[in-house]
């Protein structure tokens, strides 16, 4: 028997996806809502737990200056409509990878979860270090390629792949 799973859907946030994002958060946001909500649909109708993450910067002067989205308390913050949502579990993060956030890790142990998936915005970014945290952590992970957005092709993707392979990462 199979342990415990959960699907992980990460920084599907308005700033990254609505039509007033930044032009470097060039994805296809109709595209890309679809295929995760497909993938938050099939993990909840199979009984494993959705979570949402959220990279969120505190609401500091420098960083509405220099970052300038994901800012704590601001409408491009937040989950982004498109988005479905089938369960209360929300988890903020201000790393890339989720696992640094105390709240969040301290969540995972006490689940005790053998197997997750990740998706969401970026591969190259938050969504490939999160992989890589759970990975350390001794979970099976999987990543849902037609779930997952990437602003980044040749070797920037090309070594990320290899060091989530090299993690053992399952490539979905």
Same mark, same amino acid.
């Not at 409408?75 to 990878?97: C, I, Q, T, W």
């Not at 992970?141 to 980044?152: D, M, P, W």
């Not at 070594?159 to 392979?165: A, H, S, V």
């Given at each position: 028997m199979s342990g415990k799973r959960a699907l992980i859907v990460i920084d599907m946030q308005n700033d990254y996806l609505w039509e007033k994002r930044k032009s470097k958060f060039a994805y296809d946001t109709e595209k890309l809502t679809a295929a995760v909500n497909r993938s938050i649909r099939e993990y909840s109708e199979n009984g494993d737990d959705v979570i949402y993450i959220a990279q969120i910067f505190p609401n500091l002067p420098t960083n509405r200056l220099l970052i300038g989205f994901s800012i704590k308390g601001t409408? @491009?913050?937040?989950? %982004? &409509? @498109?988005?479905? $949502?089938?369960?209360? +579990? %929300? =988890?903020? &993060? #201000? +790393?890339? #990878?989720t696992f640094t956030a105390k709240k969040f890790r301290e969540f995972m142990? $006490?689940?005790q979860y053998s197997e997750v998936a990740v998706c969401g915005v970026d591969e190259c970014g938050c969504v490939g270090a999160t992989a890589k945290g759970a990975a350390k952590t001794? +979970?099976?992970?999987? !990543? !849902?390629?037609?779930?997952?957005?990437? $602003? =980044?092709?040749g070797k920037k993707l090309q070594?990320? $792949?290899?060091?989530? #392979?090299k993690l053992g990462v399952i490539y979905k």
């Open positions: 409408e @491009g913050a937040e989950l %982004y &409509k @498109g988005v479905d $949502r089938v369960s209360e +579990l %929300y =988890f903020e &993060k #201000n +790393l890339p #990878n142990a $006490r689940q001794g +979970l099976k992970v999987s !990543l !849902l390629t037609a779930s997952t957005g990437t $602003r =980044f092709s070594r990320m $792949r290899e060091q989530l #392979n």
